[in-house]
């Protein structure tokens, strides 16, 4: 792949180990995501709408150092905040492993850390598309929304990627089109609740201010706009259990899950995203939970 000289250019070498990969990839939603790819020579790409405006960003590993290339309005304030993306903020030093696949996964992904894009709203739409629908439901969701109202991505981007879409975008989108995007009544209002405010939602606690948004939102939330290493993300449908089969050999609910989680605090969700990252899958029971489709309703 070319790449155009309209790019700009930051070198960036980390005094830690990174595995880029693994630590944005809680920003990928999905394999077919229309913001985030992975390039034919192996660069990962992203999108995202700066205060500036949206840009394309691509990452690369050259030696110890991290090359990042950025196209668009939004260009520069990606490349200023290509360190804070990639974990320079964190702090995993102070944090202590009470369980062996917990320590056995932190020994084995010394790379893994945790990243914060400040992109509040990038991280919102795609969170609350995921309220209460299966990931296969918020995900097509997601990239109906971004190749329908979405900006095509600046730069020599892997084909079909988009710039998530802005405030104004989803203000702007016509009844028909959620119901063909999929998007039931209640996301869609919660959507331009939020979208109504986009400008004043900096904090979790004014994100919450939001009808519509509650806590499984405002921590999905915080952990990839911010980085934030406690916030759990409470009213999940999977994770209690997978992190009460990790931990103690059985399905756990919210309250048994925060139990567990309490030695870990102030850093539960760093926990949590070792459990993720370690491979370990709990058991199966029952058939997946079908899908709905209210484009059909």
Request: hydrophobic content about 40%; overall charge neutral; proline content about 8%.
């Amino acid at each position: 792949m070319t790449i155009g000289v309209e790019a700009l250019t930051r070198r960036w070498r980390p005094d830690y180990p990174l595995d880029i990969g693994v630590v944005v990839g809680p920003l990928r939603r999905g394999a077919g995501d229309p913001a985030m790819q992975t390039g034919p020579d192996g660069a990962l790409w992203l999108t995202g709408n700066a205060a500036s405006g949206a840009g394309s960003l691509r990452l690369a590993r050259q030696g110890g150092e991290v090359v990042a290339q950025a196209w668009g309005e939004g260009a520069e304030e990606l490349l200023e905040g290509v360190p804070r993306l990639l974990g320079a903020e964190d702090e995993p030093e102070a944090f202590q492993a009470h369980h062996p696949l917990i320590e056995e996964t932190r020994r084995r992904l010394p790379g893994l850390r945790l990243g914060a894009t400040d992109r509040v709203w990038d991280s919102l739409v795609p969170a609350i598309l995921e309220q209460k629908v299966t990931g296969y439901e918020a995900r097509r969701s997601w990239r109906d929304l971004c190749r329908r109202h979405g900006e095509p991505a600046p730069g020599p981007v892997p084909l079909g990627m988009r710039v998530p879409p802005t405030p104004r975008a989803i203000l702007s989108v016509k009844d028909w089109e959620w119901h063909k995007a999929g998007v039931d009544g209640q996301r869609r209002r919660t959507l331009l609740n939020a979208a109504a405010a986009a400008h004043a939602l900096t904090s979790k606690e004014k994100l919450r201010l939001i009808p519509g948004i509650g806590v499984w939102t405002t921590a999905e939330v915080a952990q990839r706009a911010w980085g934030d290493p406690d916030e759990v993300s409470v009213g999940d449908f999977h994770i209690p259990s997978v992190v009460g089969w990790a931990l103690v050999g059985h399905a756990l609910d919210d309250d048994g899950m925060l139990e567990v989680l309490e030695p870990y605090r102030p850093q539960r969700q760093r926990a949590v995203r070792y459990i993720e990252a370690s491979g370990f899958r709990k058991p199966r029971f029952a058939p997946r939970y079908a899908a709905r489709d209210y484009r059909a309703i």
